[in-house]
């Protein structure tokens, strides 16, 4: 199948035992292409044992150890028809993998990009919030596949928005201008972890805007759990004792102290009734100065928001 005709299909349209056929196919004619138009890849193949004319799979494709776009200059084009260079992101003194591409190879990229990215963007061009410094795109020497990724990118969306400055600090007052002029809009939101990860995230805990991470399970889902919550009114002397009382129990999940007199809202996950009962006869019946109780078991999560203090 010629790849033009390939690059019209829908994403994901494609049953997998058709589509690992088509790969092979494709991977199949790839590899002798390269073969026979890279020297260095030639030599490579020969040494490894790999038949002159080979079907591919997969499976058993040839792999490269990256290293290799390091030390060589694996290149199946001749020079003068090289488009594009596309470099691996290195810091200052490391040497970078080197991707050669002609102007097809390119152009095949980006249909293909927009074929996938449309399929659940939408047409539409979305505000473009960019995890990111825009000194990546200016800095020539910056520029690898970190800038190729954002510029292939930017074609789903306007307005972009760079969260991070010349120096890759969080500019946090830009982003919240942003989100603040696009609130209540589909906001696409594009960078590469590491760089989300080290200037963005690290930064958001600094400034205390992350406080910490929770993994929250439903113990109802994995057992019998029981999941109940208790309204309780305390007189004044003994508010103190009941909230050590409380805390102090491993059955209690969460203790809030509402609006009212004295009052007390109590989260408990008991493993089952039997716990519950033994919760309530130990615990809450004990309670000193409980003017009133009330308790209800929770059936079901309707609505359940998670993240927000509450």
């Not at 030639?42 to 591919?56: I, N, T, V």
């Not at 058993?60 to 488009?83: A, D, Q, Y």
Request: aromatic share 8%; charged share 20%; net charge negative.
């Amino acid at each position: 199948m010629e790849l033009n005709t390939l690059l019209q299909y829908k994403p994901y349209s494609t049953a997998r035992t058709e589509k690992r056929a088509l790969y092979a196919g494709l991977l199949t004619g790839l590899t002798q292409f390269h073969r026979e138009h890279c020297p260095e890849y030639g030599r490579l193949l020969d040494a490894l044992g790999c038949p002159a004319h080979m079907d591919c799979t997969v499976e058993s494709t040839p792999m490269l150890p990256v290293s290799l776009f390091k030390e060589l200059e694996l290149r199946s084009i001749p020079e003068g028809e090289v488009f594009k260079t596309i470099t691996s992101s290195g810091t200052t003194g490391q040497r970078v993998s080197r991707i050669f591409l002609d102007g097809a190879t390119s152009a095949c990229q980006q249909q293909a990009l927009c074929q996938i990215m449309s399929d659940f963007l939408g047409e539409r061009r979305l505000p473009f919030l960019v995890l990111d410094s825009r000194q990546v795109l200016r800095n020539r020497a910056m520029f690898s596949a970190r800038g190729a990724g954002i510029l292939g990118f930017s074609i789903f969306g306007t307005r972009p928005c760079y969260a991070l400055d010349e120096h890759m600090e969080l500019d946090l007052d830009g982003v919240r201008a942003f989100l603040e002029e696009h609130q209540g809009e589909t906001i696409f939101l594009f960078g590469f972890t590491f760089i989300i990860w080290k200037h963005v995230v690290r930064a958001l805990e600094e400034r205390g805007v992350i406080e910490e991470y929770t993994t929250i399970v439903n113990p109802q889902k994995i057992s019998g759990a029981v999941s109940c919550y208790f309204e309780l009114e305390v007189e004044p002397a003994q508010f103190s004792a009941v909230v050590d009382t409380l805390r102090a129990s491993d059955t209690v999940t969460q203790i809030y102290q509402v609006s009212g007199r004295n009052k007390l809202h109590v989260h408990a996950v008991a493993a089952g009734q039997g716990e519950l009962e033994d919760f309530l006869d130990r615990v809450i019946h004990r309670l000193p100065g409980v003017a009133s109780l009330s308790c209800n078991i929770i059936l079901s999560r309707i609505k359940d928001i998670k993240g927000l203090r509450l």
